[in-house]
């Protein structure tokens, strides 16, 4: 089976803005000092994963 890295990632990413904008909507208050360091973290995170699974098994 054969996985579709783009799609995935391009879901992981939409589903972290998404996340967000929930957040918002409930708490009314995001602390930027928080995000400042979560948000490369998820990048980085979404990065590995993606290259995971992207390389092909031999």
Do not use: H, N, Q
Request: hydrophobic share 60%; proline share 2%.
């Amino acid at each position: 089976m054969k996985r579709d890295v783009v799609s995935l990632i391009a879901g992981l990413l939409l589903s972290t803005i998404a996340v967000f904008a929930l957040w918002t909507a409930i708490a009314g208050k995001i602390e930027w000092g928080v995000l400042r360091v979560a948000g490369p973290l998820t990048l980085v995170v979404v990065g590995v994963l993606g290259l995971a699974l992207s390389r092909g098994r031999e």
